[in-house]
């Protein structure tokens, strides 16, 4: 069945008058947000007990949240790269993490121990998701591979193949016996999790599957794409039951809540829509990010949900309510507060402020300051978890070198360091941004 309920951008912005004729269908906007990543926050996982979140991002880091105070409890910087999949264990104590180095890391969230690391995978790893016992998970790779690990690292881990595509999403059955996997090859796929065996394949997606998840009824699957639509799967026949046009535009999240009749989506519009699985319709509309929203978890009630995206946050909503949970956001925008926002090479800095401060604090950012820059030796900013490549570099940063890195690429200058490759349009662009920093690096 195809359902054409499809409210427009056009529409969410004149839900308020919409709203008088559909009492059933809501608009809520933010009111509130967690701040503490700089940049994309690309993952997030609720406890078992409701009382902590879990975050990763794309500056390399992940933060465990206390949900009360909505105060971050410790940070997790060791990766080398975005953290694009976070997982606590059923033990409350525990989680996984992982992201573009490759690498999976257990932690000891009360120590901050990092208690173990899985390798193998030979790309980035997109998801994560841990069996009902806790004895097991599964991580999702580029590498076009599924693998299934024993927590413990005791065995080597099942390796899964047959993917067309890289791997975007994975999720155990709530009985541990099967996983479903997404791919960029627009296929959804169920596997035995204990043999690794291909069961059946679901196909009608028009492009590459971002996110899948069971049902608990343990019979249907539902997955989430960028054509748009999110849509309903029979897994003992393979027929497709349901397809909702969702979203305009592709559809990056998608959760299900704990009881099964509600899922929520979220895409590039900054939009998260709630669904009733039972009635086939759309319940409730939640505006507040801006930007993309790249993930979405339930709380273990299901009366709660939890967000975040392109624009740095995390946002709690409460779905009986409608409204976002907390204090106003107090953050100011960092272009904002540029020092000599004038100078021609300010503009320029804009994409370098993503991972960089240009005061002695960090401020926690996924690259050290460049406070006092030129003139100092690579990889020495006290606090700052430098890659061994810079740790061991013989850099000393001034005008040549920093214009070297721009125009040949950290990979060439610093090659196995974290830094991302950036670019610039022109010599004169890149001419007018070390001017820059030279004026607003050093002190007054």
């Known amino acids: 069945m195809i359902h054409t309920l499809r409210p ?33 926050v690309r993952s997030v996982a609720v406890s078992a007990d409701g009382k902590r979140v879990l975050t990763g991002g794309f500056d390399y880091s992940a933060i465990l949240w206390d949900r009360k105070t909505q105060k971050p409890i410790k940070r997790f910087d060791d990766h080398d790269g975005a953290v694009n999949a976070v997982a606590f264990l059923p033990d409350n104590r525990t989680a996984l993490t992982a992201g573009d180095d490759g690498i999976i890391r257990l932690w000891d969230l009360v120590s901050g121990e990092e208690l173990r690391r899985y390798e193998g995978h030979e790309g980035k790893i997109a998801d994560l998701a841990v069996s009902p016992d806790g004895e097991r998970f599964a991580s999702a790779g580029w590498d076009r591979s599924l693998r299934v690990w024993a927590v413990s690292g005791t065995a080597d881990p099942l390796v899964i193949e047959g993917n067309k595509n890289n791997v975007n999403s994975v999720v155990f059955s709530d009985d541990g016996r099967h996983i479903l996997s997404g791919s960029y090859d627009a296929r959804v796929r ?56 969702a979203h305009e535009g592709p559809v990056f999240a998608l959760a299900v809540s704990p009881s099964g009749r509600q899922a929520a989506t979220a895409s590039v519009d900054g939009l998260i829509r709630i669904w009733d699985l039972a009635k086939g319709g759309e319940t409730l509309l939640l505006a507040g990010h801006d930007g993309p929203i790249w993930d979405l978890a339930f709380g273990p009630d299901g009366a709660y949900l939890f967000s975040v995206g392109s624009d740095g946050s995390l946002r709690e909503w409460d779905l009986y309510s409608g409204g976002e949970v907390g204090e106003e956001p107090t953050r100011e925008a960092d272009a904002d507060r540029l020092p000599l926002p004038e100078h021609p090479g300010a503009k320029q800095f804009g994409k370098c402020a993503i991972c960089h401060t240009l005061g002695p604090d960090g401020g926690k950012r996924a690259g050290p300051t460049l406070y006092k820059v030129f003139g100092r030796k690579a990889g020495t900013v006290e606090g700052y978890n430098y890659s061994p490549a810079l740790e061991n570099s013989s850099i000393v940063w001034n005008e040549e070198t920093i214009t070297q890195l721009f125009a040949d690429g950290p990979q060439v200058v610093t090659p196995g360091s974290k830094m991302p490759l950036q670019r610039l349009n022109s010599p004169e662009e890149l001419n007018l941004l070390v001017q820059y920093l030279k004026e607003v690096t050093q002190p007054q």
């Open 8 to 40: 427009s951008l056009f529409l969410a912005s004149v839900l308020a008058v919409f709203l008088l004729t559909t009492p059933e269908l809501a608009v809520q906007e933010s009111k509130a947000a967690y701040l503490e990543h700089a940049g994309y």
């Open 190 to 245: 169920l596997w035995d999790s204990e043999t690794g065996a291909l069961i059946e394949t679901f196909e009608g997606h028009e492009v590459g599957v971002n996110v899948v998840a069971f049902l608990p009824d343990g019979l249907r699957g539902i997955s989430a794409s960028g054509d748009e639509t999110l849509r309903i799967w029979n897994l003992e026949t393979g027929a497709e039951l349901e397809n909702y046009h």
